[in-house]
């Protein structure tokens, strides 16, 4: 039909062919300049649009109307789901504040419930392995939420603003504050960047059965909550690292844990740039049973220290600066972006 676009659904070009008339013409441009800006409009805008498909097999199986953040799968044994069967389920997170809870493939279209209860947006999602019914979220908040998801309930909010608090006031005491003071004058909300679990640590507490470790978005410190086999989510420590912590990584058998660092800026901050001599991008921690808390790993560390890591990018970004440090911290941190503002809340 003329006038009309030619769609294809069997993997063609999909291709429109109604052109586009601009508003203004000859008779109502005079100078040499917008004539020929509106020459080069006729030329731009008439070409056929061309959408080429994806070029594999798919099928649209789950979609949310908000940005989607984060996403865990996760099976229940027979023993464990109300249906006396293996079932697997889509856990997701957005911007909106919700927690979606969908059947596995190829049902990812049922949802089963949501789990309610944040204020702001949700960036982090995580199932303990040996607790597979539950589910510890965070994000814009200054609390976590743990719940059980398969009913889409809250079972306790953890607070998580008292120990960055305290985080604070311990790094305005420490050398690195005394030397470049970025807190000061600085009030930030909390956007948790990772959470991450850990089981089968020797405690002397029997009922404690792993560690939730959780990092926020431009500070230099893990935060350690225990799990219990009640269920239970209680804050046991805050451990101050060499740099704004990005991402973590479990090892279960040595009961550690190691971590990347960003060496790029300062402490505390997401977009001051460190000028001061190279730091190191990777750390490891390791549990103390005598002493029943985490510590550094000596070993790890010297086996780090040996690792060719020394400047990184850093030489390269201090240079150059400008548009390469604005990309850089729009890289490593955005999660503040995610938080509304004005009319849109």
Same mark, same amino acid.
């Given at each position: 039909?003329?006038?009309?676009?030619?769609?294809?659904?069997?993997?063609?070009?999909?291709?429109?062919?109604?052109?586009?008339?601009?508003?203004?013409?000859?008779?109502?441009?005079?100078?040499?300049?917008?004539?020929?800006?509106?020459?080069?409009?006729?030329?731009?805008?008439?070409?056929?649009?061309?959408?080429?498909?994806?070029?594999?097999?798919?099928?649209?199986l789950?979609?949310?109307v908000?940005?989607?953040?984060?996403?865990?799968?996760?099976?229940?044994?027979?023993?464990?789901?109300?249906?006396?069967?293996?079932?697997?389920?889509?856990?997701?997170?957005?911007?909106?504040?919700h927690?979606?809870?969908s059947?596995?493939?190829?049902?990812?279209?049922?949802?089963?419930?949501?789990?309610?209860?944040?204020?702001?947006?949700?960036?982090?999602?995580?199932?303990?392995?040996?607790?597979?019914?539950?589910?510890?979220?965070?994000?814009?908040?200054?609390?976590?939420?743990?719940?059980?998801?398969?009913?889409?309930?809250?079972?306790?909010?953890?607070?998580?603003?008292?120990?960055v608090?305290?985080?604070?006031?311990?790094?305005?005491?420490?050398?690195?504050?005394?030397?470049?003071?970025?807190?000061?004058?600085?009030?930030?909300?909390?956007?948790?960047?990772?959470?991450?679990?850990?089981?089968?640590?020797?405690?002397?507490?029997?009922?404690?059965?792993?560690?939730?470790?959780?990092?926020?978005?431009?500070?230099?410190?893990?935060?350690?909550?225990?799990?219990?086999?009640?269920? @239970? *989510?209680?804050?046991?420590?805050?451990?101050?690292? !060499?740099?704004?912590?990005?991402?973590? $990584?479990? %090892? /279960? #058998?040595?009961?550690?844990?190691?971590?990347?660092?960003?060496?790029?800026?300062?402490?505390?901050?997401?977009?001051?740039?460190?000028?001061?001599?190279?730091?190191? @991008? *990777?750390?490891?921690?390791?549990?103390?049973?005598? !002493?029943?808390?985490?510590?550094?790993? $000596?070993? %790890? /560390? #010297?086996?780090?220290?040996?690792m060719?890591q020394?400047?990184?990018?850093?030489?390269?970004?201090?240079?150059?600066?400008?548009?390469?440090?604005?990309?850089?911290?729009? *890289?490593?941190?955005?999660?503040?972006?995610?938080?509304?503002?004005?009319?849109?809340?």
């Open positions: 039909t003329p006038g009309t676009g030619n769609t294809s659904i069997n993997g063609d070009l999909e291709t429109s062919h109604k052109p586009f008339v601009p508003a203004a013409s000859t008779l109502t441009v005079h100078t040499r300049r917008n004539q020929q800006a509106l020459k080069n409009q006729h030329k731009a805008t008439n070409q056929p649009k061309t959408k080429r498909p994806l070029e594999f097999d798919h099928q649209l789950l979609g949310h908000s940005l989607l953040t984060d996403l865990a799968y996760v099976t229940l044994s027979a023993s464990g789901s109300s249906q006396g069967m293996d079932r697997s389920y889509i856990l997701t997170s957005d911007r909106d504040e927690i979606r809870v059947r596995g493939l190829l049902q990812a279209h049922v949802i089963e419930c949501y789990c309610l209860g944040h204020t702001e947006f949700v960036s982090k999602l995580c199932i303990p392995r040996w607790q597979p019914q539950l589910l510890v979220s965070g994000g814009g908040d200054d609390y976590l939420l743990l719940w059980d998801w398969v009913s889409g309930t809250a079972r306790l909010r953890v607070d998580l603003k008292g120990p608090e305290e985080f604070r006031e311990s790094y305005k005491s420490s050398s690195s504050y005394a030397q470049n003071p970025v807190l000061e004058g600085r009030v930030e909300k909390i956007a948790v960047s990772g959470i991450w679990s850990m089981g089968h640590l020797e405690t002397t507490a029997e009922n404690i059965q792993g560690e939730i470790i959780v990092a926020c978005e431009g500070m230099p410190a893990l935060f350690f909550y225990s799990l219990d086999s009640d269920g @239970s *989510l209680a804050f046991r420590q805050c451990l101050l690292v !060499a740099g704004n912590v990005l991402d973590v $990584v479990v %090892i /279960e #058998g040595r009961s550690t844990i190691m971590y990347s660092m960003d060496n790029i800026h300062e402490k505390c901050s997401t977009n001051i740039l460190d000028k001061g001599p190279p730091r190191p @991008s *990777l750390g490891a921690v390791t549990f103390s049973v005598s !002493a029943q808390s985490w510590d550094k790993e $000596v070993n %790890i /560390e #010297g086996i780090i220290a040996s060719d020394e400047t990184l990018a850093q030489d390269e970004v201090l240079q150059e600066g400008g548009s390469k440090a604005t990309a850089l911290s729009e *890289l490593l941190y955005g999660l503040e972006n995610l938080r509304k503002r004005g009319q849109e809340e």
